[in-house]
């Protein structure tokens, strides 16, 4: 595996880079532009969701960048980092070409989530991305969140507040994109009421009702979790990593081939980072999904 930091020349900003080690100079790659949450940052998230783990056994490219804005926490904003945004992916395809690049995906935690929701809105997002992975960012179909869900207040500190404007919408429910991706929703059981039953990303392709497949299991735990409030945190927004298994579920033979999934990570919650066979599981559904949009998308 290959793990940098590459400079963005248009904004001055980082962004980790890791790639297969032994990458050949005709082979395809899965591109994942993997966004943090709230309040986090990116050498966070790529311990939560270590799809870096995966880049040489699935052929992955992982760009994870850091959001500019820090008050009243750190979070996407579009005047601040759809640029920079647009920029490392620009970056990754010059690199690698892109008739390399097989597919490319937005991932996203929490509040990354909600903001690859939005740039699906944007032109330039959705003529390129072929799928979405949610990280309790937001479903195609609402889950409804938990009865108080929400951070614990660090001892000592006031209890937290969303912040005005973009970081104020909570991950339950995402608007559906005019674009034709492939969309994976995973959360932690205590993050939600309940998961639905039904999807409308699923009805708009014609897909069969959904079919739960074998569970997931983990004997190891994930990498990382919200330390800050260790001793005071709640089953919702995350306790210590641990192992455990998820459930997964399938609504097959959608038009086009998309791939529509949920997964819940039992008695998990917001911030537990993700176990090594769960994110094995996605990666390989996206690694399995149609792709190819971005090597006919009008150039930038």
Same mark, same amino acid.
């Given at each position: 595996m290959s793990s940098e930091k590459v400079t963005d020349p248009g904004t001055g900003r980082e962004f980790y880079l890791?790639?297969?080690?032994?990458?050949?100079?005709?082979?395809?790659?899965?591109?994942?532009?993997?966004?943090?949450?709230?309040?986090?940052?990116?050498?966070?998230?790529?311990?939560?969701f270590p799809a870096c783990d995966q880049v040489d056994a699935h052929r992955l490219v992982v760009a994870t960048p850091t959001a500019a804005t820090s008050e009243p926490m750190r979070r996407w904003v579009a005047e601040a980092d759809d640029e920079h945004l647009r920029n490392v992916v620009e970056l990754v395809f010059a690199r690698f070409g892109l008739d390399r690049i097989r597919s490319f995906w937005l991932v996203g935690h929490s509040q990354g989530g909600m903001t690859s929701n939005r740039l699906l809105a944007t032109s330039y997002f959705a003529s390129r991305v072929d799928g979405w992975l949610s990280l309790?960012?937001?479903?195609?179909?609402?889950?409804?969140?938990? %009865? +108080?869900? =929400?951070?614990? #207040? !660090? @001892? $000592?500190?006031?209890?937290?507040?969303?912040?005005?404007?973009?970081?104020?919408?909570?991950?339950?429910?995402?608007?559906?994109?005019?674009?034709?991706?492939?969309?994976?929703?995973?959360?932690g059981e205590h993050e939600i009421a309940a998961l639905p039953e039904t999807s409308p990303w699923a009805e708009k392709y014609g897909a069969g009702d959904r079919v739960r497949m074998d569970d997931i299991v983990d004997t190891e735990p994930g990498q990382v979790y919200d330390n800050s409030r260790e001793g005071n945190?709640? %089953? +919702?927004? =995350?306790?210590? #990593? !641990? @192992? $455990?298994?998820?459930?997964?579920?399938?609504?097959?033979?959608a038009k086009g081939g998309w791939v529509i999934a949920d997964v819940v990570r039992l008695d998990k919650g917001h911030t537990e980072g993700l176990e090594p066979n769960v994110t094995e599981t996605l990666v390989k559904m996206m690694v399995a999904a149609p792709g190819g949009k971005a090597r006919v998308a009008a150039p930038a």
């Open positions: 890791d790639s297969p080690g032994d990458l050949g100079p005709d082979e395809e790659i899965t591109f994942l532009l993997n966004l943090h949450g709230g309040g986090s940052f990116g050498a966070w998230q790529r311990l939560y309790s960012g937001g479903r195609l179909g609402r889950a409804e969140i938990a %009865p +108080g869900f =929400g951070p614990p #207040p !660090r @001892p $000592g500190a006031e209890p937290f507040r969303f912040p005005e404007g973009e970081g104020r919408r909570r991950p339950g429910a995402a608007v559906l994109p005019d674009a034709d991706i492939s969309f994976i929703f995973a959360t945190s709640s %089953p +919702g927004w =995350g306790l210590s #990593p !641990r @192992p $455990g298994t998820a459930e997964l579920f399938v609504y097959p033979d």
